[in-house]
């Protein structure tokens, strides 16, 4: 018997003791891709309680079942480790997932399907919002010379049949609103008020409400909607969750802060944008509701007092763990002026304070083991960035665990990228952004520097480790949505080509990658990026079970089938989060 189970293990080619028990799920007949050098490919995987237990073949896997094991025969669809994604905003996507994103929209049946979508995912009760309705349309009209525009005035009936009980309120692009008979049900709106003196109702002939606020009543009615409470966010943060699992996301490196850190400082300007309030991930893990693991970057201006709340470099546990710090370089800061505005370089971001100060903050953030990570754009921003972490890490002396971080990087000078590499400098890069402004940045740039933008391949072979990432949910002022799906974003590393396939042959195509580089950097580069690498970003036996099933071997179709690739499981801890439940 002793001989049999010897040769199950070797079968198996990694396997945990057999002495712990039979596994919880078993996943075989598959294309499973470790990204595990030691191991690279296998057949099927074995998963006892919220870690990966065998990897090997189909015979020596299955023979590990007991009477409790769950198997799914996944005919061949390929297992790839959970993606991770290296940076989002989920603060952010909270607000966003009770909002309509209306600045596009400039008909009625655009506003309906924004609606319709959203009454899908907003339980009932509780208030939709957005805005602003005709904004693009208007700046369109505006650039053309045109005065006067005004965007559509929705109709009523046609915005109750679709939202229901579900009150809304709108914003247009002129500061006008509009509510929802719901809405006004909810605010008790009486037909027989008069109108205030800074603005009016919308009424039909009859003297009825259309739902039109003009002047200050909508920002009036806006007042009185409920605030943003802990418990709304929650239930935000749930669909939010459940959102990332649908297209494989098993882990996030997300833009935190502490509330009680934040209300103690007095800040010049707001440094703690699009910051997540990191009590959101510790209720829902307390509640064993969080199904995505959290890397929580805190802001760079409060390291200082993150050990008062408990928060120390590689703390936390499995579901959410600490140890780098944020804060923001620059607004697209150049060395020579853009092609196309001569008299402008960019500059630092508002919400720096100057450069003696974030090379004194960098330095002692280091001291104390944090990890850096800037948001960057500009080739002088990069330098300047560079020449920070460089001196942090002369004046502290070599740390083995050192792993700084450009957040975006999106114009470089070749030789500053050259020594990133050098540094040992992680890039956290979102190829969406790459393909969403690629005309824009050949005129802003100019052919020659437009070469060495967004160089993901230069980076590689300069020994940067890049991370592909979505920035989601997208730009804080609405007008750019994240493409937050892991298989689009590899889709267009490799292709340098957006969803449409634009521009042919790919933008600036010698900077494509391979989809295996795809892949490692949206799993075990990010992994080590925070380091956990020896818990996640690969198929291994003893790290956690978090992994994504795929309806396509993604390493063997043309690059345009990545984009018909289907997500059938995304697994977190064992624990099958999105896809049919066997």
């Given at each position: ?554 390493r063997n179709i043309p690059p345009r089938d990545l984009l018909k690739t289907e997500v059938r499981y995304t697994i977190v801890g064992g624990r099958i989060v999105h896809g049919e439940k066997p």
């Amino acid at each position: 018997m002793k001989r049999a189970l010897a040769f199950l293990c070797l079968l198996a080619a990694s396997c945990a003791s057999l002495a712990q028990g039979a596994p919880d799920l078993i996943l075989f007949n598959a294309k499973v891709y470790t990204v595990d050098d030691a191991q690279p490919a296998a057949e099927a995987v074995a998963i006892r309680g919220d870690r990966i237990m065998a990897v090997g073949g189909n015979a020596a896997v299955r023979a590990l079942a007991g009477g409790a094991t769950r198997s799914i025969d996944l005919q061949g669809a390929m297992v790839l480790p959970g993606f991770i994604d290296s940076h989002t905003h989920f603060g952010n996507g909270i607000d966003w997932y009770f909002q309509v994103m209306l600045m596009y929209v400039n008909d009625q049946a655009a506003m309906v399907r924004g609606l319709e979508e959203a009454t899908r995912r907003v339980p009932p009760g509780i208030w939709i919002t957005g805005g602003d309705w005709g904004a693009v349309a208007a700046n369109a009209a505006a650039r053309q010379g045109k005065e006067g525009f005004v965007s559509f005035t929705p109709d009523l009936k046609a915005i109750d049949a679709v939202t229901g009980n579900h009150p809304v309120l709108m914003r247009r692009h002129d500061r006008s609103y509009f509510i929802n008979s719901a809405g006004m049900k909810v605010l008790r709106f009486d037909k027989a008020a008069s109108d205030p003196a800074n603005g009016r109702y919308g009424r039909d002939g009859a003297g009825e409400f259309t739902g039109m606020l003009y002047g200050g009543v909508g920002e009036l009615i806006e007042k009185q909607l409920p605030p943003a409470s802990h418990a709304l966010s929650l239930i935000g943060a749930r669909g939010v969750a459940k959102d990332l699992n649908r297209v494989g996301i098993t882990s996030i490196h997300d833009i935190t802060r502490v509330e009680a850190l934040s209300q103690q400082q007095v800040y010049s300007s707001a440094v703690e944008r699009s910051h997540t309030d990191v009590r959101i991930f510790q209720d829902l893990r307390d509640r064993g509701e969080l199904t995505l693991r959290v890397y929580a970057i805190m802001p760079a201006r409060v390291w200082a007092g993150l050990a008062s709340q408990g928060i120390r470099p590689q703390g936390g546990d499995a579901w959410l763990r600490y140890g780098a710090l944020k804060d923001f370089a620059d607004s697209g800061y150049m060395f020579e002026p853009y092609a196309d505005n001569p008299n402008y370089r960019g500059g630092w971001t508002f919400r720096m304070v100057d450069e003696a100060f974030m090379a004194r903050q960098i330095a002692a953030a280091d001291r104390a083991g944090f990890d850096m990570t800037m948001h960057v754009l500009g080739d002088r921003a990069l330098r300047s960035t560079l020449d920070w972490y460089e001196g942090a890490a002369r004046a502290n002396g070599p740390r083995a665990d050192r792993r700084m971080r450009l957040i975006h990087a999106w114009y470089a000078d070749p030789a500053d990228l050259v020594r990133a590499g050098r540094l040992g400098i992680v890039a956290d890069v979102q190829p969406s952004l790459v393909l969403e402004r690629y005309a824009a940045t050949d005129r802003s740039l100019g052919p020659e520097r437009a070469r060495w933008a967004i160089a993901y391949r230069t980076m590689i072979d300069d020994g940067i480790r890049i991370n592909l990432s979505s920035d989601f949910p997208g730009t804080y002022n609405r007008l750019s949505f994240a493409v937050y799906n892991p298989l689009e974003n590899i889709y267009m590393a490799v292709t340098r080509q957006d969803l449409q396939g634009q521009p042919a042959g790919g933008w600036h195509p010698e900077q494509r990658i391979t989809v295996d580089e795809a892949i490692r950097a949206y799993t075990v580069n990010p992994a080590w990026s925070s380091h956990e690498e020896s818990l996640k970003g690969s198929i291994t036996v003893g790290k956690l079970a978090d992994l994504v099933v795929l309806s396509r071997d993604i390493r063997n179709i043309p690059p345009r089938d990545l984009l018909k690739t289907e997500v059938r499981y995304t697994i977190v801890g064992g624990r099958i989060v999105h896809g049919e439940k066997p």
